[in-house]
């Protein structure tokens, strides 16, 4: 069963913010409102700036989900947490608990109006009819209901920024990790069981995750 | 026109069904039957959807079947994988 | 001209002639040897004549549709030169959908900010383009006809060609505009009778295009960004490909994955050099110091690749003893790198082959950026590394058809590909053109039509300097700005001032542009603007910096009352008495066929405009790509390998045209018709591949000796299967008939061949044969590592004319000053010596770049608001040392002055990107002048989303001493507090 997921290769983001421009013009996202945005951390450090896509990460037990005082989230059988903006009644709690900054509160706009909270849907649309105007309208495109993903991802202009079901990107990503004999760690190996001999975590193997 | 008609008449109809929870002498608190369970309208599945007839690459699964739909976006997620189109 | 090659005094030594029977006595193979005695070129005995002198420079509203319709239409993104593609879907004539074309060899679906943003195009809701023809009225721009507007514009044209000439005009044409428009431009510029046009390559990769086709060919990218997969080691110098060219950084990181070394030199630490293994910081301006210091590194360790040297490259002793003194501590001294990294840098470079060098304007915009980029080409020389896949010089071009505009458009210095300005050019081109050669003489004013015309870098002296200091007639009274936006030029303040004086001036562009305001600014009338279509409301091909064609359906129509430029070029020639020559009308012949475009009006077919550029541009092999092979390219774009641009097979369903052997957008040169299936040249000067599989070799262009020195490659240095194991001069009739290959020719070919060559047979015969023999038709030649027909023929450092170091001036000096060059006189010296201790008052140096978001001047990308929301100021990038030393704090506004006397209100970005002498302003702003906003002075809901003070403004005199490119990369500025 696929679960969706995002995924920023730091290693190959070059803030060049074609994830964000994409964004915003398949679903017509206004003025103010960023549901991607692209982070640079120690900017301008030599050997230690980094940069990297975030977004919504679709958690599989969303802090926002659970805050919510109108339960308006849900998750899809896919995995994609999406909210029902009719029920939303644009608290701002959900931003309190994001750890990513994803919910965003437009003033004006297509998706302001009612000042309501707008984020990242993994181009999944949210609870109107599939592809209709009144999806668009409220929450952009439905790109998987197109059999499609997430616009940023595919358009990411180094293929940096991964966004699909979890099992493929991990596959994509770790091919990477493997090539560049480094990075590894990442895959929580380490972190998890602690550092290896020499302080490198394992290698990763080629079985699936 | 019509569908802002329509979304008014959910919002209503959802602000009651609020209202009247509210009312309730005995639920001054959550009881936690609803907490935590969406109370949003259904959305429908993406595999249910006809895939596009045009401008959608060659994306094809059947309507209905997850399965098929499921191959088909791995499928499309090669896109993000040069390593596929380079063959290296 | 200095630069221009005179043909040589035709020396051909009597020799016998070859009779066929000898030929076919004789192997298939013909050794050095043989080859002299059955050629006539000896060397000593004088170089082979040709018939053209070369001249290397210059080089330098939704319409109305079917309901309900729902099209798909396959593009190339328009904002830079990698060449993304994208499918655009269409719904009623409105462009709704972007998708990625995945199958795409070059950017696999991938696109950057711009490109991913580039469906704004085609969204009317307030939009920001110029929507109807306007003229400026008492400061005012009020709408128009566009009767009216083309009336009053030809009028005005005829009356100032009356009065002073036809060089009284300027005709800026632009990088923007596809192949087939660039050289419809080109021609009308001549059929207007001046050589004064140009374009954006004069001010981005001018330097490159004189300088690379000096040392080896012709002006362009020798590999591709897709070969880079193949490099072991890439160095980029002056380029910030992550910001300027984002998706081709896709290629390196890849290769840099699978053990690819990368090393970044920028006086910034960029966004490319983040994802270096090695950053290198060095002073702007001091290239050569740097890469002399490496080569210096290479021949102290012998790490040379001899044999390459000696057989293919001449003149690389004289450039040793140059190299003998940038040892590592003057390299440290003057560049400020430190010796221990250059001494590893340089180990890196040489010990990781192939290794490639990538430049961009970093390395072009100096007073001596001709030298600074023959360095580059010469340590690559001397690494072996040119015609080699994994290496090459991988040239970024800047504007998404600059390659092509720069290769058949507008150019100052030639006619289309190169062919230069002499009477044998305008002889083949007027038969190109089926136009009457006589009358196109008359056009010119007497004298003018051989000389160069002025630069774009230099228009405003053209108007402001003193009538009897310039090299023609008449100042410059009239400007056309067809698509190029003025805030890109140095000196603003003098600009305006220019602007001011000008009789007539317009703007033909798909927005207003800062001319438009600049020209409200500072006058009351005079001023008309042309809402022209964007590439994306047309068709027609244009080439990425690899040299690959791509074709563009159109999207959409022309929104608003724009028309396309093909349209306006018609319509203004019609007006101006030449319509029937620009599209080859004359003795009940059409060389182009005219179309009903917008609104039933007539404008020529771009598929016939390209097939007419097939017949004439021989030279670089624009000759091959006829536009069914490139729509067929573009159907099937699945069928190319990645790494090698290579189909290894299909067949194009619509057509049954076979792609297998073709090179994605078949790469110039692509020589030949398109029925001999030449495949295009993938890596230029490959000897490793035969000339039919895309293989060559260093072009013979500069005679077969110097001073008695051998200039034709050694022996065996050729081609893969060349039947001439040596090295050979360029073909005409006379090799020909010589090497017994005449006969080859067919009947018709013999007719149309007879005293030519292999660049003005027009049959292709000559081209067809020589390559059936395996050969190369411009010849087989060395590479020059001096070029001693430029003022320094091996590279010198010397210090920018506004210099930090007063220190190094006297024993690093510029140029003297030149009397007429391009018409113009051009300070070096006397401006060097004057400020000499112009660093006390101004202790920073200023340089200049692009961000990711922005595109050129910048006004149609700042009227993307999907990308004006991204960056919403212009700003400074100012190290933390300066900052704090100058009390200024992050995002405040500051004064950027220079010794220009002008000064500019941005934003400071208080970073460690740039080191404690430095400072960094994007160029893409416009619409601000010296601290106040332009907006009353655009027309209205035209203006920009975002406007900022152009760092152009400010920016000092300064050109290169070959190509009249800007120095912009480095001049002097203070910073202060607002």
Not at chain 1, 103 to 130: H, N, S, V, W, Y
Not at chain 2, 44 to 68: E, V, Y
Not at chain 3, 539 to 564: H, M, Y
Request: glycine share 10%; hydrophobic share 35%.
């Amino acid at each position: 069963m696929a679960r969706m997921k995002f995924l920023c290769d730091a290693e190959r983001c070059i803030e060049c913010n074609g994830c964000v421009t994409a964004c915003k013009q398949e679903h017509e996202v206004p003025w103010g409102v960023n549901r991607r945005r692209v982070v640079t951390i120690n900017d301008g450090v030599i050997g230690a700036e980094k940069s990297i896509s975030v977004a919504c990460m679709h958690c599989s037990d969303a802090p926002c989900m659970a805050v919510c005082p109108v339960d308006c989230f849900y998750r899809t059988d896919d995995g994609v947490v999406l909210h029902d903006k009719d029920l939303c009644i644009g608290c701002g709690y959900c931003f309190y608990a994001c750890p990513f900054g994803a919910p965003q509160f437009p003033q004006a706009g297509a998706f302001g109006l009612r000042g309501k909270m707008d984020k990242c849907t993994f181009c999944a649309g949210g609870p109107e009819a599939d592809k209709s105007e009144a999806e668009f309208k409220k929450y952009g495109r439905n790109r998987l209901a197109e059999g499609k993903l997430p616009a940023c991802a595919e358009m990411c202009s180094t293929k940096a920024l991964l966004g699909g079901d979890g099992d493929v990107i991990a596959d994509i990503y770790r091919e990477r990790v493997t090539r560049r004999g480094k990075g590894s760690e990442v895959w929580g190996w380490g972190t998890a069981y602690g550092q290896g001999k020499g302080g490198s975590a394992p290698a990763p193997a080629g079985a699936k995750s | 026109m019509r569908a802002g008609i329509m979304k008014r008449v959910v919002l209503v109809a959802v602000l009651a069904a609020f209202g009247a929870t509210g009312c309730m002498e005995v639920e001054q608190a959550s009881t936690g039957q609803k907490q935590g369970k969406y109370q949003g309208k259904p959305d429908g599945k993406p595999w249910d959807n006809d895939p596009l007839a045009i401008g959608a690459g060659n994306a094809k699964w059947t309507k209905g079947d997850k399965l098929s739909w499921e191959t088909q976006v791995k499928a499309r997620n090669n896109g993000q994988n040069e390593y596929k189109r380079i063959g290296d | 001209m200095l630069l221009t090659r005179k043909s040589a005094g035709g020396a051909v030594a009597p020799q016998s002639r070859l009779t066929r029977s000898l030929s076919g006595v004789l192997g298939k193979t013909i050794d050095r040897r043989t080859f002299l005695k059955r050629s006539g070129v000896s060397v000593g005995a004088g170089a082979v004549a040709t018939q053209l002198p070369f001249n290397m420079l210059g080089k330098a509203e939704a319409a109305d549709a079917p309901a309900g319709k729902v099209e798909v239409k396959r593009t190339v993104c328009t904002h830079c030169s990698v060449g993304c593609s994208l499918d655009a879907v269409v719904e009623n004539g409105v462009w709704v959908r972007h998708e990625p074309v995945f199958d795409s060899p070059i950017n696999l679906g991938s696109h950057c900010a711009k490109g991913a943003s580039i469906r704004e195009h085609g969204i009317t809701a307030d939009s920001h383009r110029l929507k109807y023809p306007m003229k400026l009225e008492n400061g005012k721009y009020k709408r128009i006809s566009w009767d009216v507007a083309l009336d009053e514009i030809s009028k005005k044209m005829l009356q100032i060609k009356k009065e002073s000439g036809p060089d009284a005009l300027f005709l800026v044409g632009s990088s923007k505009h596809n192949n087939e428009q660039s050289y419809l431009l080109c021609k009308w510029a001549r059929l207007w009778g001046s050589n004064n046009t140009d374009h954006q390559a004069r001010i981005c990769h001018s330097t490159t295009v004189a300088g690379v086709a000096n040392t080896w060919g012709y002006g362009a990218m020798t590999n591709s960004y897709n070969d880079m997969q193949n490099t072991k080691c890439a160095l980029y110098i002056g380029s910030n490909a992550a910001e300027a060219h984002p998706v081709s950084v896709m290629h390196m990181l890849h290769a840099k994955e699978n053990g690819a070394k990368m090393i970044v030199v920028d006086p910034r630490f960029t966004r490319t050099a983040a994802k270096a293994d090695e950053y290198v910081r060095i002073r702007s301006g001091t290239d050569i110091p740097f890469l002399f210091g490496i080569l210096h590194q290479v021949f102290a360790n012998g790490w040379e690749d001899k044999k390459y040297i000696n057989d293919r490259v001449y003149g690389m002793d004289k450039v040793r003893e140059e190299v003998k003194q940038w040892t590592p501590e003057e390299v440290e001294r003057v560049a400020g790198v430190p010796q221990e990294q250059l001494k590893r840098v340089a180990e890196t470079f040489a010990k990781n082959r192939p290794s490639t060098l990538v430049w961009c304007m970093g390395q072009t915009q100096h007073s001596i950026g001709n030298a600074m980029v023959r360095a580059s080409c010469i340590l690559q020389l001397a690494l072996g590394n040119i015609g080699v896949s994994g290496g090459g010089a991988n040239i970024f071009r800047g504007h998404d058809n600059v390659q092509g505009a720069t290769d058949i458009g507008p150019n100052p210095d030639s006619l289309p590909g190169y062919y230069g300005l002499a009477p044998g050019a305008f002889a083949h081109w007027a038969k190109v053109w089926n136009v009457d050669l006589e009358w196109l003489k008359k056009q010119y004013a007497p004298g003018m039509m051989a000389k160069s015309g002025m630069t774009v870098s230099r228009w405003i002296d053209g108007v402001l300097e003193k009538n009897e200091n310039i090299d023609q007639d008449s100042n410059l009274r009239a400007m056309i700005f067809w698509g190029h936006s003025p805030n890109s030029q140095s000196r603003g303040l003098e600009m305006v001032e220019a602007m001011k004086r000008l009789d007539l001036t317009v703007v033909i562009d798909p927005y207003p542009s800062a001319t438009a305001a600049m020209s409200a600014m500072v006058r009351k009338d005079g001023v008309y603007l042309l809402p022209a279509a964007t590439q994306l409301e047309t068709s027609g091909s244009c080439t990425a910096s690899n040299r690959s064609l791509q074709w563009r359906e159109k999207v959409i129509d022309p929104l608003f009352e724009a028309r396309t430029d093909q349209m306006i070029m018609y319509q203004l020639a019609q007006k101006l008495g030449f319509g029937d020559q620009l599209v080859g009308k004359k003795d009940g012949k059409q060389s182009i066929k005219l179309v009903k475009g917008k609104g039933g009006m007539d404008e020529p077919e771009m598929e016939d405009t390209l097939r007419e550029v097939n017949r004439g541009a021989w030279t670089i092999g624009y000759t091959g790509q006829s536009p069914e092979r490139l729509k067929a390219h573009m159907r099937n774009m699945h069928v190319f390998d990645v790494k090698t641009l290579r189909a290894k097979g299909g067949v194009d369903k619509e057509t049954g045209y076979d792609l297998t052997g073709d090179y994605f957008g078949l790469p110039w040169p692509c020589y030949g018709t398109a029925a001999i299936k030449h495949p295009g040249s993938p890596n230029l000067y490959d000897t490793s591949k035969s000339m039919m599989d895309g293989g060559g070799n260093f072009r013979a262009n500069f005679g077969v000796e110097k001073d008695g020195v051998n200039l034709l490659a050694e022996d065996g240095s050729h081609s893969k299967g060349a039947e001439i194991t040596t090295g050979y001069p360029e073909f005409d009739h006379v090799l020909m008939k010589k090497l017994g290959w005449w006969d080859d020719l067919t009947e018709e070919e013999k007719a149309a061949a007879e005293g030519k060559n292999w660049k003005t047979d027009l049959s292709g015969g000559i081209q067809r044969v020589t390559m059936k023999h395996g050969c190369h038709p411009w010849g087989n030649a060395k590479a020059r590592a001096v070029v001693w027909n430029f003022p320094d023929g091996v590279p010198k450092h010397r210090e920018p004319l506004y210099s930090p170091r007063a220190d190094l001036v006297d024993k690093y000096p510029t140029h003297d000053d030149k009397k007429a060059f391009w018409r113009l006189p051009t300070l070096f010296k006397s401006v060097q010596q004057k400020n000499k201790d112009i660093g006390k008052q101004f202790p920073m140096i200023l340089t200049s770049g692009r961000l990711v978001e922005y595109e050129g001047g910048g006004e149609e990308t700042r009227s993307n608001p999907w990308l004006a929301e991204l960056q919403q100021d212009n700003f400074v990038e100012i190290n933390p040392k300066a900052a704090a030393d100058r009390g200024i704090r992050n995002g405040e506004y500051v004064w950027v002055s220079t010794p220009s006397g002008a000064k500019i209100k941005v934003k400071a970005l208080v970073t460690e990107r740039v080191g404690a002498d430095t400072c960094f302003i994007p160029f893409h702003f416009s619409g601000w002048w010296q601290g106040q906003d332009m907006l009353a002075f655009y027309p209205e809901g035209a203006a920009p989303i975002v406007r900022g003070e152009a760092v152009n403004t400010a920016t000092t005199y300064g050109y290169d001493s070959v190509t009249m490119m800007q120095e912009t990369k480095t001049t002097l500025c203070q910073v202060a507090k607002a």
